[in-house]
């Protein structure tokens, strides 16, 4: 995968060559210097996580979550395995 930046004025092709090439090539648009716009593959992604990528609201609790994080610790997946009564990512077939 290649990154190109490429200034506004200079992005004469159309949105859909851009977009077409997005498996191989990551295109940031600027201007001035500024990057002001991106194309780029989303593969394994859908509109929800798009959306909630750019919310404000999910963007700041998710924050709140890594500084928690930060300074109380958590649990590691095998934990929340464990706690879940999950092994390897199934369900366990022995419940405590």
Do not use: C, W
């Not at 506004?8 to 990551?26: K, N």
């Not at 990057?35 to 924050?63: G, M, Q, R």
Request: no cysteine; proline share 3%.
């Amino acid at each position: 995968m290649t990154l190109r930046t490429i200034d506004i004025v200079e992005a004469t092709r159309p949105l859909a060559e851009y977009a077409h090439h997005a498996d191989s090539e990551t295109v940031v648009v600027t201007e001035k210097g500024k990057p002001i716009a991106v194309v780029l593959s989303i593969e394994n992604a859908d509109s929800e996580t798009i959306s909630l990528s750019e919310n404000p609201k999910f963007l700041a609790l998710i924050e709140r979550s890594r500084e928690r994080q930060s300074r109380e610790g958590g649990l590691t997946s095998k934990q929340i395995r464990q706690r879940l009564g999950l092994a390897n990512g199934r369900k366990s077939r022995t419940r405590k």
